[in-house]
């Protein structure tokens, strides 16, 4: 029979629910029981919305009290030997200690000070998860047992469940070797024996079905990895319940033959971003006839209404050939789209109707599996007219395209693109002008909001604060985060953001073209959550967005000043984009917009600004032969955001959680004069990209992780900046943190920056 299911739901909540209860516990507000009560109403509550709305099969274990491939590691045992602990077992301690760091205050833990485990994107997408640290004598065995619990939850309250569970190859493809290298294939056969205890105990739980996630086959995969899934699920081919196999984030491609002949019960595919997979995969004999085939018919990735009648073709077609043996689910997960449109009372009614989020596309997969099984009921009909209206009504919408936003795009030229003088050249006007100290210090632009600051804005958001007394009371925080700067003895100022909700956020709401919404949270790691803006349609920019703020700033200092802004990539990679255009020309709309508030920096006074591309690395394409197209444009758009200033204005960006060693050509081609980047983590590891390649600018190693509330040592930090001198030249060295420190709070980032400095002006001195 056609059924219907997902992937996965968003586990935050619909008004945050989980990022409350997690950082209360943090903050030893809660006991660790209040906690686990909050994450079992959470989950209760998800399966009742995808019940209610339709979906027959539901998933269980995409509840995840920081990231799901961290509880993975906890589930399999594979837990780093500096956060075992001989006197206790694994706990949620373990667990926060595993991605926060090891801090005596809030975990309880002995062992104060070890360092979180390193974090970066899933895949191509806005979530991070932690990466798993594996040995050459690792040993797995059983040891988190939550999966279990919460499959005894749901079937308690009366659902049909599929446990979820990611999968061997991709786990071990997404983790990392801890001291010297090793094959990390060589641990899958001590891995699949846990995953054999696994299903024997779902199966004993009257489990059916168990979802299995590989998107590492939607990869380019070396033969040796082909050959071990091949040899993995042949091993895994004895067992108690049926596997479906789980694909997306791409098209299988060269990988679809292997997929298809794996000795599985079901197969997932992602046709939102692989449609042509589908007659690929029903002509391949490899696939056999008794298989389920999953059909990805509805994005799960974005928040725009589905075509019904796009996904219902497709279906027909699949339909055709297998009959009953037809699922409909969303493309992937819900996790990475905002819980329900029905709180964002305040949209008017055009650009809601465009919508859909996670509780809506569960009703868009119940509507098109009713259809595809045939039904004819009026409520089946009356959907797929007005799904027929909306399509149209706004692919001829006013609001959506502009002519002078695209006759200025099609006017761009390579000399937007280009700085007029080299680097070299460029570097001697900037020191002249600037006079800093060898290892100058500077932030990556955000100070801690605090509580109040929050309010303040929230206050004058909602019309209870006037706007005098809105710009004062920002004012008065930037006057205390540039006094604080000046105290510490940095040598490159911010003005700290008081004034910004979001790094994305807060130029879409300043921006025509981007929507923004109330309550679209969607998960980042972790309790930090971010509300992507949407791009509905051409983008132009009405009037300077940074300028008074960042010249109101420089007025209280002596000291350089950086304005802020965010690239055009990161704009677009952090937003949800528009699907009947082009990423390229988003791309280039927002870097004109950009570009002008950049030369209205310069005209302002402002020697110093920074235009972060942190997300320029994530959104490379999954496959090898995509990569270059999608560089050229990134890099581009960088240079037209870029490039309209004077040689002595120094341009910064700030990149993080990157692997660069196989793009460093394309960040080199940034030209940007000053790049910092994420490396505390990671023990300046990434800092080895650049020195292969001699890359020729100035770089700031971020040397300490903000994303964990421990302070480290001045001679921690001395550490890795004597590493980092061994690798460049010091001279085109920056001293700096990792990323903004928005979500850190004052104490932490007070004693943090003072030891910073010192370790900064200690490596003066030695050098």
Known sequence: MTISHTLGFPRIGRDRELKRALERYWRAECS???????????????????????????????????????????????????????DDGLGLDTLFAMGRGLVRTECGCAGDGAQAQEMTKWFDTNYHYLVPELEAEQRFHLGWHQLFEEVEEAIALGHRVKPVLLGPLTY??????????????????????????????LAGLGVDWVQIDEPALVLDLPDEWRQAYRSAYHMLRQRDVKLLLTTYFGPLEDNLELAAGLPVDGLHLDLVRGDGQLDQLLSSAAFDGDKVLSLGVVDGRNVWRCDLDRALEQLARARRVLNDRLWVAPSCSLLHVPVDLERET?????????????????AEVALLTRAARGEESDEVELALRESRAVQSARSVSRRIHRAEVKARVEGIRDAQAQRSAPFAQRIEAQRRKLALPKLPTTTIGSFPQTSEVRRTRSAYRQGRLDEADYLRAMRDEIGKVVAFQERVGLDVLVHGEPERNDMVEYFAEQLEGYLITRFGWVQSYGSRCVKPAIIYGDITRPAPMTVDWISYAQSLSKKPMKGMLTGPVTMLAWSFPR?????????????????????????????????????????????????????????????????????????????????????IEAIA??????????????????LRAFEAFEYPNQIGPGVYDIHSPRVPSVAEMVELLEKAAVVLPVERLWVNPDCGLKTRGWPETEAALVNMVDAARSVRRIL
């Open 32 to 86: 660790e029981d209040e906690l686990r009560e909050t994450g079992k109403a959470l989950r209760a509550s998800h399966w009742r919305i995808q019940a209610q709305a339709g979906i027959e099969l539901l998933p269980v274990g995409d509840f995840a009290w920081y990231d799901q491939v961290l509880t993975h590691t906890l589930m399999v045992g594979a837990v780093p030997p500096r956060f075992r602990h001989a």
């Open 172 to 201: 071990l493809w997404l983790s990392k070797c801890g001291g010297r290298e090793f094959d990390k294939l060589a641990l899958l056969d001590r891995l699949l024996p846990v995953y054999h205890e696994i299903f024997t105990r």
């Open 346 to 362: 305040g949209l008017d009614d055009e650009l809601r109707q465009w919508l859909a989020f996670a509780i809506q596309k569960c």
């Open 579 to 663: 699907e009947d255009v082009c990423r390229e020309t988003q791309a280039q709309q927002l870097a004109l917009a950009l570009r002008d508030e950049v030369c209205d920096l310069e005209a302002a006074g402002i020697d110093i600004i920074q235009i972060d591309e942190a997300a320029f690395r994530e959104i490379l394409p999954l496959r090898r032969r995509d990569w270059q197209h999608y560089l050229d444009w990134a890099v581009k758009a960088f240079r037209i955001a870029s490039s309209g200033v004077k040689d002595s204005t120094q341009i910064h960006t700030h990149m993080c959680y990157s692997e660069f060693n196989q793009i």
């Open 669 to 686: 081609a940034m030209d940007a004069d000053v790049i910092t980047i994420e490396t505390s983590r990671s023990q300046m590891e990434l």
